[in-house]
């Protein structure tokens, strides 16, 4: 199984990231945090699992802040059906927010300017086009002149979806909890992360924090749980396996997945 992962990492050259953001800190209180991993054009799988937290927040008794850790888009066949999701009002007593990770930050440089040769039709950006209804005219997939690509663009993606994507925070901190797409950047300050580390690191178990990250990107075969990191994308869209962890501040993190299987 473990072949299996190593097969589907990305080995894909980063583009070059020089900016640092600052993440946002809020107080945990008394808010069940959802931390949801990597869905990846996996809108059913996504649907399904939000009811599941949904059910455990009203359980409890407590309101809901669900937080997708990034990669919502790519790979998967319902990239377009998932953003429309996330675009619409969220059941009572939810707060939804979602994360930049490496494919946001991706697709929205090739949106920036669309290429037929870009890696990132390689790297699922083909599967997104797609749901959006987009189809290559010929044998050369979207290898076309930019001036026609971009037209397509315009005429099938919604003005909106661009919008939400360019939007989108590169984390967000409450409590102990940092909550990112790859990794933190343990060198620096909350307020001064550098955006590569944020949606490009590897996991870190650094002794020396005194926060608990918790990140997607590295695909895991069940949700890792040690003293300074939560990995939580189970590679959806290559298991047909989703998950998220709960965290509270008066209990320990819990753990809730649907399957296809």
Excluded at 32 to 56: K, M, N, Q, T, W
Excluded at 86 to 97: H, I, M, N, S, T
Excluded at 218 to 240: L, M, N, Q, S
Aim: aromatic fraction near 6%.
């Amino acid at each position: 199984m473990a072949d299996v992962f190593k097969r589907f990492t990305s080995l894909f050259r980063k583009p070059p990231l020089a900016d640092t953001v600052s993440l946002e800190q809020r107080d945990h209180g008394g808010v069940a945090v959802y931390a949801i991993g990597d869905v990846h054009g996996c809108a059913s799988l996504y649907r399904r699992l939000e009811e599941r937290i949904v059910a455990d927040a009203r359980s409890i008794g407590r309101r809901a802040c669900l937080v997708l850790l990034g990669d919502i888009v790519d790979r998967g066949p319902e990239t377009a059906d998932m953003i429309d999701h996330l675009l619409a009002p969220p059941p009572r007593g939810v707060e939804r927010l979602c994360l930049r990770g490496n494919h946001e930050d991706m697709m929205l440089r090739f949106l920036d300017k669309p290429r037929g040769t870009s890696s990132w039709l390689d790297f699922g950006g083909y599967e997104t086009l797609m749901s959006y209804g987009m189809r290559p005219p010929g044998n050369d997939g979207f290898n076309l002149p930019e001036r026609q690509l971009r037209l397509m663009l315009d005429t099938c993606i919604p003005p909106a979806h661009r919008e939400f994507l360019e939007a989108l925070p590169y984390g967000i901190v409450f409590g102990h909890h940092a909550l990112v797409h790859a990794a933190l950047d343990h060198e620096g300050p909350l307020d001064a992360q550098r955006e590569e580390v944020l949606l490009w690191g590897g996991p870190s178990d650094d002794p020396a924090s005194d926060l608990t990250v918790v990140h997607g990107h590295t695909i895991v075969e069940k949700v890792v749980f040690t003293k300074h990191r939560i990995a939580v994308d189970t590679g959806a869209y290559v298991t047909g396996r989703l998950s998220a962890v709960r965290l509270l501040t008066d209990a320990p993190p819990l753990l809730l997945d649907v399957s296809d299987a």
